[in-house]
């Protein structure tokens, strides 16, 4: 027997449709505090000493979270080709803007204190601001746009023309999605700041970390009533083949009902949207009476059971197309080959777990709050 046919071609597609969520609910539970305290900075440190204790409170960390970023493309790239290529030249302008705001936050962390300058120094942190709160709306404005469907279709040589542009892509119920992932990366880091910063700092922390729970769980729900009034879910003609070549032309599906369907067909996905509330609850909850432990889980739980809501209502569909719905890339026919994906397994297998027990060391480390004092005793602390 060929090594790669120890697992089969379905079993595959669908173990890196769930390692694909995996990366993305990793790169929002850590990244997401990163983004969410910077786009706190204003607002929960009024002297420059808070505004470098909130920054410290991120700085060790902020650049090994990106890690699942680039993992998470990196297996779009490798495992899902077609979705890499209709996403990234479609939503081209969108990622670049994001990429733009990202590469804001390491020259604002590196550059900050380079000078006394109050004007400097207020500049890097609107800088911080933005790095923070621009990915966290347009992520978001980029699930709205999923969820409608993208304009492309795909030629018969499966070349993939999108049709779309980025003006486009801001329409009100992708905006609103925006504004949920806004919420969901403020609550999560208002659950850090709560965490790890000190004085007034996470008071503050707390106070904006609640009201930003609150908005999360009234966005979430409203996305999901304006989800089933006015976005067409889609749906196959037949069953799909699920472990036949990757080509989407050989599907049929069709654009109408509604996403939400699939909580009749698998009800047990119902938890998903269910971990997403009862987090931001917690959340809220665990700020209002000062439990930094039960703020941080909550908040992470809530960032997972919201993002993994997405996924499971969708299944198997990955990228509609809104234009020509047989052109849709779904997880049965948008994959790498069965050996890429097999060969893909075993380096993640390996190196995963490896990523993994480095983080948590590195967690474990730089574990305990962050204060004026070890701020000040720190060499080359921001």
């Not at 207020?122 to 709306?137: E, H, M, N, R």
């Amino acid at each position: 027997m060929i090594l790669h046919e120890l697992i089969d071609y379905e079993s595959l597609r669908l173990i890196w449709w769930l390692l694909l969520g995996v990366l993305l609910i990793a790169f929002a539970a850590t990244d997401g505090f990163d983004m969410g305290v910077g786009a706190l900075l204003p607002f929960v440190a009024k002297t420059d000493m808070e505004r470098r204790i909130a920054i410290n409170t991120i700085g060790p960390v902020w650049e090994g979270n990106q890690v699942w970023f680039i993992l998470g493309g990196g297996a779009i790239f490798a495992a899902w080709p077609p979705l890499y290529a209709v996403s990234f030249s479609g939503f081209y302008l969108a990622m670049f803007v994001v990429l733009a705001a990202l590469i804001l936050r390491p020259v604002a962390f590196k550059y900050r204190s380079k000078r006394e300058s109050r004007a400097w120094r207020s500049g890097w942190d609107w800088a911080l601001f933005v790095g923070g709160a621009v990915p966290a709306i347009i992520f978001g404005v980029a699930v709205g746009n999923v969820l409608q469907g993208a304009p492309f279709r795909l030629t018969d040589a499966l070349l993939p023309v999108y049709e779309g542009s980025f003006f486009a892509l801001l329409d009100p119920f992708s905006l609103l999605c925006g504004l949920t992932s806004f919420a969901m990366m403020l609550m999560h880091g208002g659950a850090w700041l709560s965490l790890k910063a000190s004085g007034e700092v996470a008071i503050r922390a707390r106070r904006y970390g609640a009201v930003a729970a609150l908005a999360a769980i009234v966005l979430f729900v409203l996305n999901g009533v304006l989800l089933e009034m006015f976005v067409e879910g889609y749906s196959f003609v037949q069953a799909p083949v699920t472990d036949g070549p990757s080509n989407p032309l050989y599907s049929q599906v069709v654009r109408g009902g509604s996403w939400l369907a699939a909580y009749g067909e698998r009800p047990w996905i119902a938890i998903a949207p269910a971990l997403g509330i009862i987090g931001a609850l917690g959340a809220l909850i665990g700020m209002l009476s000062h439990r930094e432990a039960l703020t941080f889980l909550s908040s992470s739980l809530s960032v997972f059971g919201m993002i993994s809501t997405v996924g499971l209502t969708m299944f198997p569909f990955i990228l509609p197309s809104s234009i020509m719905p047989d052109a849709s890339l779904t997880v049965w026919d948008a994959s790498s080959s069965h050996q890429t994906l097999f060969n893909m397994l075993i380096a993640t297998v390996i190196f995963l777990p490896i990523i993994l027990a480095y983080t948590a060391w590195v967690y474990k480390v730089l574990w305990g709050k962050v204060d004026a004092q070890e701020v000040e005793k720190t060499e080359g602390a921001y």
